[in-house]
């Protein structure tokens, strides 16, 4: 994922030690600001397999670098995340920094 700047995002059971499924009850959102968000689908439900057809634990997100997320569960306090970034490989081609000026006026 780190070619596509993004980070597979999966639920783990810590006590049993096991990758999980979404529960049914929680929400992952996308979100730039805590008023607005787009609701995120797994990489399953994207691409329209059926419930049936997914393995316990198989259930998978992608996320791009630098993401803010959201957690939304039932009778919980929404839970705020952000998604690392690594830092940028640019081939040594460097990047220079814009600047702006404005105008003198006579």
Partial sequence: MQYHAGYC?????????????TPDDFEFW????????????????????????????DEKYTVLEGSRIVLVRPG???FYFEIPSRPMETGGVPFPQPQATLPVLN
């Fill in 30 to 57: 996308h979100v730039s600001s805590p008023s607005c968000g787009m609701k995120l689908c797994s990489l399953q439900k994207v691409f329209g397999v059926p419930a049936w057809r997914i393995r316990p634990g």
């Fill in 76 to 78: 919980n306090v929404p």
């Fill in 9 to 21: 995002l999966d639920l783990f059971d810590i006590t049993k030690k096991i990758p999980v499924d």
